[in-house]
């Protein structure tokens, strides 16, 4: 694979000398369009004749990305931009940028003309007797006429946001009235309706002004990312153009570190607002850095105030962080009594360690077995640092502890986990195999590549279950497919998991020009799908993803989630399976587990609830219309509270004869910070609730007793 990567660079990059870009396409969108089409045309797995039919689906997803909802643009303007319906594949060949420049134009002017008509509106009254209704499905709609025909398309808007805060302050006052003030909680000052009109209405009106301000804050280069990825995404939905900013963020989501101060913000008015304080990290540490805390001036070392009044949260955030070492100074105006105080923070590496692996020891009132369970949240790595993280690694260390308690089993729990590192995941599932073939990665037009476990030693051979749902993705696909081919696991979750079946790699852009000079620098990444991978038995999981051995019902049982619902997925297919075989325990009876399974589902009281819920939540999904005047609404809103009333708990019960404990060699590290102690106990009490883990508990005791 590696060398197959090296030729592809080298034939590409013989193209990019035979068309280093002219002084026409030095402007860094056409140097970051020529690369990006030129990586796609040599690497994509399924390259793309770059032509009408494309021209029409490039057209549609950008179109969607300019305006999906219909709320902005006018049927003259989308016709204007239809005209080029069918030269955005020539305007690519040329890397000439009419149409997206025809398109900035017009979506700039059409925020204003909507912060304008928003602007008529929000001063007066809307009547809410009027028996009319607002559609939700932009499918459904049609763009606006004209400005006339877009005013009432936000009349409708404003007057459902209105809405939805008049009825919650009227039902606040009407509950007051009934059953008086709880013990604990304010009274609320009784208002006439048109008091609390008029007090909705503001508060509308201060969401959205803080909206328009954030609408002008978007930058053409914003809006070019999305022109590009428009383009990127007719070859599939997870090839992706990345700026570095978004690259250096998925970085840090999958290697769980970065060097910073380690606090989570967000925008609050013209200033930025501490969220929370990431435990053990440089500001915990300092501590005088607070929640609610509003950030006004960032000052590097030796540099001068940068006051960040007005600034987008990512530009704040780029300043904020920094090399471990090196200190910056905030400007704080604090949340406790308002005063105005510089803190000094230095940067560091900062650990966010909720998304690692974890595990924890379960046992049950009828049994003196322990089984052990782990949580993996994704397949996280540090790809770019020697002695990164690892999940792989965290998954063995987690085995070899839960062995050191004695386990009967192992629970793995991948429910919405969305993938990762493919490197983490062979390594993972050598951990339950003797050795053998794990995962067949194909590129384009080339013999697949068997990725193999080549360690012949199991670090776990007992008991295996691993736990999956619609959201468990790629890389949890893949471990699922394997240990379900070996026989080595039992799966269960789901109808299927999400149908992730392909392999995307980065590439900087930069390599494109690289030695042309620093003008030709920080172009960003390109994420490519370069190849499909398929079990070993030869399928893909692609699209149709992997169907459990057991299936258990949940919330989602009848609605469409997954892969198969994006636009472009690439299809399913199928190649040679590979022999593969290992002697480490399998679970011979798996039809039988899944016989009594079933039975002990038609017979539990929640389960028939879920599937009750299913069927309610899929009817909901196919309402889009919602009532505009106040007593359709609030009858529309009791008969779905009231269909919703017997569900209203349905997941806030405790196990009963769960008992659930942390390994004592977790203990000192959890109690060492009271917000991961306090993020523990959330975790067991919420793990306590879990009717899926008490299945997957009495599958696997049912698996012991015939084994």
């Not at 404003?158 to 008086?180: A, D, H, R």
């Not at 101060?261 to 500001?283: F, W």
């Not at 530009?315 to 604090?334: M, P």
């Not at 809103?637 to 769960?658: C, G, P, T, W, Y």
Request: charged letters at 35%; one cysteine or more.
């Amino acid at each position: 694979m590696r060398s197959y990567i090296i030729v592809a660079l080298a034939a590409l990059l013989i193209g990019f000398g035979a068309f280093y870009p002219s002084d026409d396409f030095k402007e860094k969108e056409g140097m970051i369009l020529h690369a990006v089409m030129n990586y796609l045309k040599v690497l994509h797995f399924a390259p793309q004749d770059i032509n009408d039919e494309f021209s029409k689906k490039a057209y549609d997803n950008y179109l969607k990305s300019l305006d999906g909802n219909k709320r902005f643009l006018i049927q003259s303007e989308i016709d204007s931009l239809k005209l080029y319906e069918t030269e955005i594949d020539d305007q690519v060949h040329l890397r000439t940028f009419e149409f997206f420049g025809k398109s900035v134009d017009i979506i700039e002017n059409s925020y204003d003309r909507a912060e304008r008509l928003y602007k008529e509106l929000i001063d007066q009254s809307f009547d809410f007797n009027e028996k009319e209704y607002i559609e939700f499905d932009s499918e459904k709609k049609d763009y606006a006429e004209n400005e006339d025909a877009l005013k009432e398309v936000w009349r409708k808007y404003l007057k459902y946001e209105v809405l939805t805060k008049l009825q919650s302050k009227l039902e606040i006052q009407e509950k007051q009235e009934k059953e008086g003030v709880a013990e604990g909680e304010e009274a609320v000052e009784i208002k006439t309706m048109k008091e609390l009109e008029v007090e909705s209405r503001e508060e509308v009106k201060e969401t959205f002004d803080d909206w328009f301000v954030r609408l002008e804050k978007i930058r053409r280069s914003d809006r070019f990312e999305s022109y590009i990825n428009a383009i990127v995404h007719v070859y599939d939905p997870h090839t992706d153009y990345l700026n570095p900013k978004e690259k250096q963020d998925f970085d840090i989501r999958m290697g769980g570190k970065l060097e910073g101060i380690g606090a989570r913000l967000s925008p609050e008015g013209e200033y930025t607002r501490v969220v929370s304080i990431v435990p053990g990290g440089p500001a915990y540490k300092a501590g005088d850095l607070e929640v609610d805390d509003l950030i006004m001036v960032v000052t590097q070392e030796d540099g001068e105030p940068i006051d960040i009044k007005g600034m987008r949260l990512d530009d704040v955030v780029q300043h904020i962080r920094g090399d471990k070492g090196t200190v910056v100074t905030l400007q704080i105006k604090k949340a406790s009594d308002k005063s105005i105080v510089d803190i000094q923070i230095e940067r560091d590496e900062v650990i966010i360690d909720e998304g690692f692996a974890r595990s924890l020891l379960l046992e049950t009132d009828d049994s003196e077995e322990k089984i052990g369970y782990i949580k993996l949240p994704k397949f996280y790595s540090s790809f770019e640092r020697k002695g990164g993280n690892s999940c792989s690694e965290d998954v063995k260390k987690e085995l070899e502890k839960l062995k050191e308690n004695n386990v009967s089993g192992v629970i793995l729990d991948l429910r919405n986990n969305g993938g990762g590192s493919l490197r983490d995941v062979v390594s993972m599932t050598g951990l339950f195999i003797e050795d053998g073939p794990i995962v067949q990665v194909k590129p384009r037009d080339k013999k697949a590549t068997i990725y193999e476990d080549t360690d012949d030693g199991v670090v776990y051979d007992g008991p295996l279950v691993v736990m999956v749902n619609q959201y468990s993705a790629s890389a949890s696909e893949i471990l699922a497919a394997a240990l379900q081919d070996y026989n080595r696991a039992i799966i269960v979750g789901s109808n299927s998991t999400f149908g992730k079946g392909t392999v995307q790699r980065f590439f900087d852009l930069d390599e494109a020009y690289k030695g042309k000079g620093p003008e030709y620098s920080n172009l960003g990444n390109l994420k490519v799908t370069m190849q499909k991978f398929y079990r070993v038995n030869g399928g893909s999981t692609q699209l149709k993803g992997v169907i459990p051995d057991i299936v258990l019902p949940d919330n989602y049982h009848y609605l469409d989630i997954g892969e198969k619902d994006y636009d472009y997925a690439m299809d399913w297919s199928v190649i040679d399976p590979v022999e593969y075989e290992q002697n480490v325990l399998t679970f011979p009876n798996i039809d039988e587990l899944a016989e009594k399974s079933e039975k002990r589902i038609e017979m539990h009281p929640e389960f028939a609830l879920i599937m009750e819920n299913a069927k309610r939540l899929k009817a909901n999904r196919d309402v889009t219309a919602y009532p505009l005047s106040l007593n359709d609404y609030e009858e529309f809103l009791d008969k779905r509270e009231q269909e919703a009333e017997q569900f209203k708990d349905l997941l806030d019960k405790n196990v009963e004869n769960l008992m659930i404990k942390n390994l004592e060699t977790d203990i000192s590290y959890i109690n060492s910070d009271e917000s991961r102690i306090a993020r523990n106990e959330d975790w067991i009490k919420n793990l306590s609730k879990d009717i899926y883990v008490e299945e997957v508990l009495k599958i696997m005791q049912d698996g012991k007793l015939n084994n």
